[in-house]
Each structure stands twice: as structure tokens, then as C-alpha cells.
């Protein structure tokens, strides 16, 4: 592989998506951000009307679906459905509860990991989800499995959705990472593993920053990459758009 390309799977909640942000902006690589992917097919399937359990006609919504992906170097990904910016409405409980229905699918899963494929071919990245680096990198240059333990992730996830202005219980929370887990490391294809290469940090005790700074060391110990200072500002914004201040 001839880009250097880090990627970060885990369990919902082990704090990734903040993390491999941090990571990427020290770096100077691009985040991308794959369950996003996976959310906005959810979103376009659940506006189409389809019945969400048939593989065949959510297959086909998402090959329809023109999804874009928008990486920046200080900015959360944004990702289209056409023309129409939907980073905001796919991070609803509703759309997270259905995406299981669209991440069994080996048709919509391919389709996917074409397009992360091509943008890594691009472009230096971090990326985080599930199979990055069992299926989709295998031959990436550095692989983090992140975890937390399940109330952990289940209280980080509630104080996101809290901040967020939804109405939800820890209780309720609790029990959707539970069963998340087990659809994850339960599907057919592209199941949630630590690859066998793939260096694991357990988050539980690790404040965002310090888990980025982890994966930075790593990065430049093994991969000889050099980090940039980020100036304030930049630093503030991510603050502000991700939930960590
Ligand atoms: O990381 P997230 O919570 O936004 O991911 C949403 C869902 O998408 C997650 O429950 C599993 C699925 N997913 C996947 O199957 N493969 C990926 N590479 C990323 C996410």
C-alpha cells in the first residue's frame, strides 16, 4: 500500500469517531468515517419505504442512493444523499436502530467497501468502523482495535445523545449497545473482529486525548509519520462539533 492509512475498529461507543478525528488532524491525514456510509443507506431506505428486512430492495435503494462522502483535514465527514447534506439526520436512535438491516447486506456492505477502497487509494486516512482492517485494509499500515467496556460506552453514548437535545434513558442506551454488539460481531459478512495484526487500546480509563496521542506515538514510531501543531481555533471548532469540551 503506498499511502500510509490507519484504521480503527471497535464496538459503538469505544469513543472512535472523536478519536481517529483527533488522530487525524496531529497527523495531517483525512477521517473517514464509515458507519455514516452505513447510516445514510439506512436513512435513504427508510424515506424510500421499503421494507427494511428484504435484502434485495434495500440493495437496490442503495445502489440509487448517489452517496458522497465529504472528508476535510479539521471538519466531521459530511456525507450526501444527491445533493442533499444529511450528516445531521443520520444520527437519530431510529436510524441507528435500523442499520443492521442494511449492514447485513452482502450486496450494500460491497458496495461500500468499493468506495472506501477508492478513497483510500487517494488519499491518507484514518479511517473507523467495524472491518476496516480485517476486510476492507487488511494491508493497512498501522490497525487499532479500540474497546471500552459496554457501561462505559453506554454512559458516553447517553451524554452525546443528551447533548444533543434527545430524549433517551442510560437504561434504554444500555441495552441498545448491548444488542449493537451482538448484531456486530454476529453478521455474516464484515463482522466486527480485531484483525490478528491489529494493536488494541482499551478506552475505559482514556480520555479521548489521551487515546489519540497513543495512536500518534504509534504513528510515529512505526510509521516515521510527523505530526503538525494544531492552532487553537482548529482545536476549539473540533471541540465544539464532536462533544468533547
Ligand atoms: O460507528 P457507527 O455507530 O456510526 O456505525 C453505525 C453502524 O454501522 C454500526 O452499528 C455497524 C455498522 N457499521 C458496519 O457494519 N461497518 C462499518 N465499517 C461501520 C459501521
Not at 496531529?26 to 419505504?49: F, V
Not at 435484502?55 to 452517496?67: D, F, I, N, P, T
Not at 437504561?171 to 448484531?183: F, G, P, T
Not at 473482529?193 to 480509563?205: C, V, W
Request: aromatic residues 4%; charged residues 30%; hydrophobic residues 40%.
Amino acid at each position: 500500500m503506498a499511502n500510509n492509512l490507519i484504521t480503527i475498529d471497535g464496538p459503538s461507543g469505544a469513543g472512535k469517531s472523536t478519536i481517529a478525528r483527533l488522530a487525524a488532524l496531529r497527523l495531517g491525514m483525512r477521517y473517514l468515517d464509515t458507519g455514516a456510509m452505513y447510516r445514510a443507506i439506512t436513512l435513504a431506505c427508510m424515506r424510500a419505504g421499503v421494507k427494511l428486512g428484504d435484502g434485495e430492495a434495500v440493495a437496490a435503494v442503495a445502489k440509487q442512493a448517489q452517496l458522497r462522502c465529504e472528508l476535510s483535514l479539521d471538519q466531521p465527514m459530511k456525507v450526501f444523499l444527491g445533493a442533499e447534506d444529511v450528516t445531521g439526520k443520520i444520527r437519530t436512535q431510529e436510524v441507528t436502530r435500523n442499520i443492521h438491516y442494511i449492514a447485513d447486506v452482502r450486496e450494500i456492505r460491497d458496495l461500500l467497501v468499493a468506495m472506501q477502497r477508492k478513497i483510500g487509494e487517494n488519499e491518507e486516512i484514518v479511517t473507523e468502523g467495524r472491518d476496516q482492517g480485517t476486510v476492507v485494509f487488511p494491508n493497512a499500515s498501522l490497525k487499532i482495535y479500540m474497546f471500552a467496556l459496554p457501561e462505559v460506552r453506554a454512559k458516553r453514548r447517553y451524554n452525546e445523545l443528551v447533548q444533543r437535545g434527545q430524549q433517551v434513558s442510560y437504561e434504554e442506551v444500555l441495552q441498545d449497545v448491548a444488542k449493537r454488539d451482538y448484531l456486530d460481531m454476529d453478521r455474516e459478512v464484515g463482522a466486527l473482529r480485531k484483525a490478528p495484526d491489529a494493536l488494541e487500546i482499551d478506552t475505559s480509563e482514556l480520555t479521548p486525548e489521551q487515546t489519540a496521542e497513543e495512536i500518534v506515538k504509534l504513528a510515529k514510531s512505526r510509521l516515521a509519520m510527523r505530526t503538525r501543531k494544531i492552532d487553537k481555533n482548529t482545536l476549539d471548532r473540533m471541540r465544539k462539533t464532536s462533544g468533547l469540551s
